[in-house]
């Protein structure tokens, strides 16, 4: 008993945790940008303005919760709960640090990551088709072909890690980078793989299935209220996802020498958030056909060129198995 309550308080803890630092990621963001773009970010309410992220929950919560009279009811009411649940269900298998984590050991872990992010694209793409409405269906739309494309080069840009490592359990993966990071190892599968994410949650400069200069609003045109705010939450908490797998698959998880492995772990973590940030306020969005190009003809090159580079160099180092 005592057991299955320290594992459910593990998992509550976790998750309660990833929600936190995803609301006070939209204040981060705000800062940074007007840090950088010399001008106020919040800063009335609370100190600093950190109640900002609560004063928006307010504010969407008591906003009227409107549905189109066309649109399919029961696919538009459950679109957001997918892009949101999808997202967050990833970090079960998320090794923060050798005592935290949802699932202490599994062989597909890294594929069970794979899998939970391409069912992201379900939630915005069902988003927009319900919706019933022209923009937000082309949202759907090319939020699907750019999810489905990217998706692909993810994956075989972590092949590099896995024939390194010779697991797809992420803790032992992380345990494989301890004297040196795969960061070292894999600078091109690392950029790919960052790549691939940024583009996967639609990020900026990505962020092509809600252009507003070309589709209002994209995918969420039609949405108001706590299921606009479901949207977000999916997309900050798939950020918080993206610098969470970056840090365990590149940059050595927990490993570091005298902090505590927590502490590593979010230092790693922030600093690719800080990136993230960084690349929205310094990057042009491209044109749609310019983005599925650059991955068609550059990243799967690209990640299949890494991969039969990082095949051969095991070949020549270690020799042919011999079973």
């Not at 995803?22 to 800063?43: C, I, K, V």
């Not at 022209?134 to 990217?150: D, E, H, N, P, T």
């Amino acid at each position: 008993m005592t057991e299955t309550l320290a594992q459910w308080l593990n998992v509550i803890g976790i998750l309660v945790c990833v929600l936190t630092i995803a609301a006070m990621l939209t204040w981060a963001e705000r800062r940074l940008l007007a840090l950088w773009q010399e001008r106020y970010g919040p800063n009335r309410v609370g100190p600093f303005g950190l109640l900002q992220p609560l004063a928006d929950v307010i504010k969407l919560m008591n906003k009227e919760d409107w549905i189109p009279p066309m649109a399919d009811r029961p696919v538009f009411v459950i679109a957001p709960a997918m892009a949101m649940v999808t997202a967050m269900a990833a970090f079960v298998v998320v090794p923060i640090t050798p005592r935290i984590g949802i699932v202490d050991r599994l062989d597909i872990g890294l594929l069970f990551f794979l899998a939970m992010t391409a069912l992201t694209v379900y939630g915005v793409a069902v988003g927009g088709w319900a919706s019933n409405s022209k923009y937000s269906l082309l949202g759907g739309v090319r939020s699907a072909a750019q999810m489905i494309s990217y998706e692909v080069f993810m994956g075989l840009a972590l092949m590099g890690v896995v024939i390194l490592a010779g697991s797809f359990d992420l803790r032992q993966i992380v345990i494989a980078q301890q004297g040196l990071w795969y960061a070292v190892l894999q600078p091109v599968g690392m950029i790919l793989f960052f790549v691939a994410g940024v583009a996967g949650i639609h990020r900026l400069p990505f962020d092509l299935p809600e252009a507003e200069n070309e589709l209002v609003a994209g995918f969420h045109t039609e949405y108001s209220s706590m299921k606009f705010g479901m949207f977000f939450v999916g997309e900050y908490v798939g950020m918080v996802l993206l610098a969470s797998m970056v840090t365990v698959l590149y940059l050595g998880g927990w490993d570091g020498p005298l902090l505590p492995p927590i502490l590593w772990f979010l230092l790693k973590m922030g600093s690719i958030l800080v990136l993230l940030v960084l690349l929205r306020a310094a990057l042009p969005r491209p044109r749609y056909d310019q983005l599925m190009a650059m991955g068609w003809k550059i990243m799967l090159p690209l990640s299949l060129l890494n991969l039969m580079a990082t095949g051969g160099a095991l070949l020549a180092i270690k020799g042919p198995l011999t079973s």
